[in-house]
């Protein structure tokens, strides 16, 4: 993660690299490596980051927000 990145810049940086491991690996062209890696269950997780509502905000701060919902919920105090 970058600074000042963002949540949508951070999923696809992601999804860029597990498409070229991909790539890489099975010997498909870079196009049929990301169709792959958007079908599965973390493909679509970051697709869905990518293009969702919290695309815009900044990748620290959003991470902060949700380790603290995580904890805050954990703890039986929902956030």
């Given at each position: 993660?970058?600074?000042?990145?963002?949540v949508?810049?951070m999923?696809?940086?992601?999804?860029s690299?597990?498409?070229?491991t991909?790539?890489?690996?099975t010997g498909?062209?870079?196009?049929?490596?990301?169709v792959?890696?958007?079908?599965?269950?973390?493909?679509?997780?970051?697709e869905?980051?990518?293009?969702?509502p919290?695309?815009?905000?900044?990748a620290?701060?959003w991470?902060?927000?949700?380790?603290?919902e995580?904890?805050s919920?954990?703890?039986?105090h929902?956030?």
């Amino acid at each position: 993660m970058q600074p000042g990145q963002t949540v949508g810049e951070m999923a696809q940086e992601a999804l860029s690299r597990q498409a070229s491991t991909h790539a890489r690996r099975t010997g498909q062209s870079l196009a049929e490596a990301r169709v792959a890696v958007l079908q599965t269950p973390a493909g679509r997780q970051l697709e869905d980051l990518r293009r969702g509502p919290h695309q815009h905000e900044e990748a620290r701060y959003w991470q902060a927000n949700l380790l603290f919902e995580r904890v805050s919920e954990q703890a039986g105090h929902p956030a």
